[in-house]
């Protein structure tokens, strides 16, 4: 286990690499001056010149610069916004945390209502269930996310009006972020309107969380159907029913868990796409978050914010989608077979 | 009473070439204590008949019988529910892949301690303690003596043998009254073989539980067994006690298996020809008419085509127009 | 004469008839199938059949609702958007962006990440690993990021699309071939092609390739889908087509100024995006679902 867990490292600081050198030849060919599209500042002084090609060392040759280019990304510094002149790091992490309170509701909500679902579809021996559940989840996976997040809002956002449809809470309450997720924060204040506060950033999570959740709900349908019905084939299973156990219990105890392994990779593969549509769901609700950030960002052509923004959720994914192999090959006791056997 | 008598049981299968008789009147009763070994080639329909006892059919099957009666209720008027109930508590089940009989994903003492019954006459705090110990108990009865440790482990961690073994240690927690065990050696090496053999022969002369004993290897059947049935492609062909289906079979085709085996004790003849019948055994889609044994048996004449039904003599049952050793039976109604 | 069948003979069928007997049993597949088709016919043929120019502005039918609806008119059959434009005209126009781009991008980028695939499939140890590994990574990247990246340097337009979303797609394709050829590669009979003096290249083409196709296939249908999806989604931020074209995303984007007074000019483009990408995950499930029998 030790040794598998060094490789996924390994693994992890390769691909760091290979993403911080993707960028650096990307940073290259970006339309303006090279100092101004590594630091962010549009008319630097002759010292903050000096500086800047000190620090990127712009006079060495390719490898030099390579280096000097990964050792201040990797320290953390990503240059000053070129919009606002702050941080690029400072932003990102203001942005982040806004991502991951609409990421991990969606998931949640998938998870929940994606698992039951699945696993009633593939029990079912009704064949108009099977098929309208089977409908509706390609559906669901068809279906363009911009174009969704715009129908739920005209519905229940405009014509309806039961729920907010931009922003992450009413501008009128004040709320310190502590941190960073709303949801927590609005509960943490010590505003007598906290209870409202946190209704308020509810209901505005609601709609956008619901929009993002169709895909991985859609995508644990299926996989939970299809592992579900090949699991249920199995002599484990059929001798579990030849026991006498009941039909309940061979489910939830023997097949479910089973089941679940395949559906936790998938969500690691779904990862990437994933991210891009939730990005595009904080720009379409107007949410803060490292999306609308980078989309604007991209707007501006603010070349700092787009290396910082790119290289800081690619490496969140990377990293998630490696812990989540981790995790798969830890929970499942067959991939543990497999490493013991490889080693 | 027997405890187990079927009668005149049928199984359809719907196929994509229509509709299949996989079992054609097969019968079959087994006595309280008795080891019975059931012996046919794969596709005879051996497991089919022992899920079709337990009652857990496929989706496409269609199940007729005239009889079949466990200690004297009949099975054919019982709902799902019950047949699970009577499956849990008095006929178990093992089956021929032990690895992949195990849940993969959870530890194999967790899966015994679930198969045993509830007593609830222990206090619930000590519940947990006292099935833990019983379940070792259990895994000592079959032989294991490392029982910690088997029971914390995974089913792919232990070899085929202590999985089967464990497999029975779970079929006879419930005190089972009968133990369907269908192909429990398959692909075992011949040391493993001998010891769940004798694990289930003792099984059954220590504790008296009856034993249907599947396999397609009729010397391994013949060792162990009390009473014998042969099935060839879903026909029984002959029954009778062991010893002397052994000794004097009527039935071509026992006799045609007994040849199989080669007689080591008389030397061989280098390159002397192997007894086999003709052919290979057909297809589902292809089942000849009548005795489906017809178009292989030396013995075959015209009347064979239609099928002969099972004829009793003493304690012998056997399906032939023209049997060895034995005047034809009378009570063949298509003569 | 006719010949007397004296034995019941059973015909087998080969494994593509089997698999167009299973793809035509299921109905829902049919039915993608011939809506591929027809999406097809009108990326090659839609700007003939279109009745208008995709640019053309009628002032004096602005914001015209459909057909269905009482104010509508025949004449423009899907309404008209804030600039008097025909919506069914460009819808036509789009088809050939939209969906003709699509094709493109995944036949380019299947056919690299075949290559590239299959290489490293065939190869081993360290070579092959340092391959798969780092495309696997490369994978977890969105689309929509490499998009940015493509747009910060070439700027916006239809023609970087084609690059933002075949970078995003050809990790795709390497890993699934590269998965594919690897572990039919472990199998015995590949050993029993070497055995018998096959060298590397004969051993890929002819005995591994006929059981890697299928792979292919199913990868295609899902690249397809997801890559008509990225292009509207890029055209609908902006960073795809640009403001006059037609192409799907754009039009949404296009129609969001006029949301609450015309819904049409964003709904009937987004039903049409769904449309198509449903008809071809239809198809793909339908694929699917028929090779199984034969890939277990």
Request: net charge negative; hydrophobic share 45%; charged share 15%.
């Amino acid at each position: 286990m030790g040794r598998y867990l060094l490789r996924r490292l390994n693994l992890f600081l390769a691909t760091s690499l290979a993403l911080v050198t993707v960028l650096f030849i990307t940073t290259s060919y970006f339309p303006v001056s090279k100092p101004f599209a590594l630091s962010g500042i549009a008319t630097p002084t002759t010292e903050q010149l000096a500086q800047i090609e000190a620090d990127y060392q712009l006079n060495g040759n390719q490898l030099q610069q390579f280096i000097a280019y990964a050792q201040t990304r990797l320290s953390g510094d990503l240059g000053l916004s070129v919009t606002s002149q702050r941080p690029v790091l400072e932003e990102l992490t203001q942005a982040l945390p806004a991502s991951f309170e609409l990421a991990i509701v969606s998931g949640i909500i998938a998870v929940l209502f994606g698992v039951p679902l699945g696993v009633l579809a593939s029990l079912s021996k009704n064949k108009i269930t099977q098929h309208s559940i089977m409908a509706i989840t390609l559906t669901g996976y068809s279906i363009p996310v911009f174009w969704l997040g715009l129908t739920l809002s005209l519905w229940f956002g405009v014509e309806l009006g039961w729920l907010p449809v931009s922003g992450r809470i009413n501008l009128l309450y004040e709320i310190e972020p502590v941190s960073g997720f709303m949801l927590i924060d609005t509960l943490l204040s010590d505003s007598a309107y906290r209870i409202s506060a946190f209704k308020d950033a509810v209901f505005h999570i609601i709609l956008p969380a619901i929009t993002l959740a169709v895909l991985p709900f859609t995508v644990v349908v299926r996989i939970t159907r299809a592992a579900m019905l090949n699991i249920m084939e199995l002599p484990f299973i059929k001798a579990a029913e030849a026991r006498g156990l009941h039909t309940g219990t061979i489910v939830l105890r023997h097949a479910l868990p089973n089941a679940l392994i395949p559906v936790l990779k998938n969500m690691g593969l779904m990862l990437g796409t994933f991210a891009s549509y939730a990005m595009i769901v904080e720009v379409i609700f107007s949410r803060q978050g490292v999306g609308s950030w980078l989309v604007a960002g991209i707007y501006q052509r603010d070349y700092t914010v787009i290396q910082g923004g790119v290289l800081g959720v690619a490496l969140i994914i990377i990293f998630f989608s490696i812990l989540i192999e981790v995790l798969h090959n830890a929970y499942n006791p067959l991939s543990r077979k497999e490493i013991y056997a490889a080693n | 009473m027997p405890l187990l008598d079927i009668r005149n049981l049928t199984i359809e299968l719907d196929t994509p070439h229509g509709r299949v008789k996989a079992l054609e009147r097969v019968s079959l009763m087994i006595n309280p204590g008795e080891l019975h070994g059931l012996v046919g080639e794969s596709g005879s329909g051996r497991t089919l008949l022992a899920r079709a006892i337990l009652g857990v059919p496929g989706h496409n099957w269609t199940i007729t019988a005239d009889r079949m009666m466990w200690d004297g209720q009949n099975l054919m008027d019982m709902s799902p529910k019950q047949r699970r109930n009577l499956m849990g508590s008095e006929i178990a089940v093992i089956f021929q892949d032990p690895m992949g009989s195990l849940d993969p994903a959870i530890t194999v003492g967790s899966q015994l301690i679930e198969a045993m019954p509830q007593d609830k006459t222990i206090s619930f705090w000590k519940r947990n303690s006292a099935r833990k110990a019983i379940a070792q108990k259990w895994l000592h009865k079959v032989g294991i003596k490392n029982t910690e440790e088997v029971m914390s482990s995974y089913a792919w961690e232990l070899s085929a043998g202590e999985c089967q073994k464990v497999m029975i240690a779970m079929a006879i927690a419930n005190q089972p009254r009968l133990l369907i065990a269908d192909e429990p050696t398959d692909s075992m090496e011949l040391s493993t073989q001998a010891q769940i053999f004798r694990l289930l022969s003792k099984l059954n002369q220590l504790h008296s539980v009856s034993i249907l004993l599947i396999s397609h290897e009729l010397e391994t059947l013949s060792g162990w067994c009390d009473q014998l049935t042969v099935l060839y492609c879903g026909q029984v062909m002959e029954s009778g006690p062991t010893a002397e289906v052994l000794e004097q079979p009527y039935h071509p085709y026992t006799k045609a298996l007994l040849d199989n085996m080669p007689d080591f004790s008389s030397g061989l003849a280098h390159k002397s020809v192997m007894q086999t019948l003709p052919g290979s055994s057909p297809a589902l889609q292809h089942l000849p008419i009548g005795c489906r044994l017809g178009p292989r048996c030396p013995q075959a004449q015209k009347r064979c085509v239609s099928k002969p039904s099972l004829c009793h003599q003493k304690d012998r049952y056997f399906a032939c127009h023209f049997p060895y050793n034995s005047e034809p039976c009378n009570d063949d109604p298509t003569t | 004469m006719p010949r007397i069948r004296i034995y019941q003979e059973d015909h087998i069928p080969s494994p593509m008839q089997k698999v167009w007997q299973a793809f035509a049993d299921n109905p829902f597949a049919l039915m993608g199938l011939w809506a591929v088709c027809c999406l097809l016919t009108l990326a090659i043929f839609g700007p003939w059949i279109a009745p208008f120019s995709p640019e053309q502005q009628d002032p004096s039918a602005l914001l015209l609702p459909p057909s269905w609806d009482a104010s509508g008119t025949v004449e423009h059959f899907l309404g008209t958007d804030d600039l008097g434009r025909d919506i069914f005209s460009r819808l036509l126009h789009g088809a050939h962006l939209t969906f003709g781009m699509a094709l493109a991008i995944v036949l380019a980028s299947l056919l690299v990440g075949f290559v590239i695939g299959s290489i490293s499939g065939m190869m081993k140890g360290l070579k092959s690993s340092i391959l798969s590994h780092l495309l696997d990574a490369l994978l977890s990247i969105p689309s929509l990021l490499l998009a940015i990246l493509v747009v910060a340097v070439m700027g916006p337009g239809l023609d970087n699309v084609f690059w933002a979303v075949g970078i995003a797609l050809t990790p795709q394709f390497v890993r699934a071939i590269h998965q594919a050829v690897h572990e039919e590669l472990q199998k015995d009979y590949v050993t029993a092609a070497r055995l018998d003096g096959a060298n590397s290249i004969q051993v890929f083409w002819y005995v591994i390739m006929p059981n890697v196709w299928e792979t292919v296939i199913i990868q295609t249908t899902l690249a397809i889908s997801a890559a008509i999806l990225d292009i509207a989604a890029l055209g609908f931020l902006n960073l795809g087509a640009q403001a006059p074209s037609p192409e799907w995303g754009a039009m949404v984007s296009q129609g969001l100024d006029s949301l609450l007074t015309a819904p049409w000019t964003v709904t009937i483009p987004g039903v049409a995006i769904l449309c198509s990408v449903l008809a071809i995950n239809l198809v793909g499930d339908g694929l699917r679902s028929a090779l199984s029998p034969i890939r277990n």
